[in-house]
């Protein structure tokens, strides 16, 4: 088998195992989803499930996305197939990007900063900001206040 066959069963490899991925993970999503309801209630059961196959396809569409690279490379390049692979590579990147502000509930460049307020105790888990009457629980001791 020589190298361009190579590639080309890499690309489709690649392909495949991005549409595996969606899919088991759907249907892995679904059971497990399943069993936590019966278990939990129903609105954590959906959002866990949007969650899991949110992320299931999430990386399903970077290994689509690492196939079409692998083919429009080892093929001979034309305009034509720069521009496909372009619009192809720029769609999925949207797609990927909305499911994962959406999964996540931020701009994913906030990702970082809310980690960080969340370790410090400014941020509850689910990355809400506590309410005003609230205080943040901090790690650190605090001096004693004086009158």
Known sequence: MDF???VSLSARLFEGAGVAVMVVGSLVSIVLVLAHYRRGGGEHAFRSIREKVGRSILLGLELLVAADIIRTVSEEPTLRGVI?????????TFLSFTLAVELEGH??????ELRGMQQQGRLTPSGAQP???QEARTSEPRPPQEP
């Open 131 to 133: 309410h005003s009457g």
């Open 107 to 112: 701009w994913p460049w906030r990702s970082a």
């Open 84 to 92: 496909v692979l372009g619009l192809i590579v720029l769609i999925r």
């Open 4 to 6: 361009k066959a190579w």
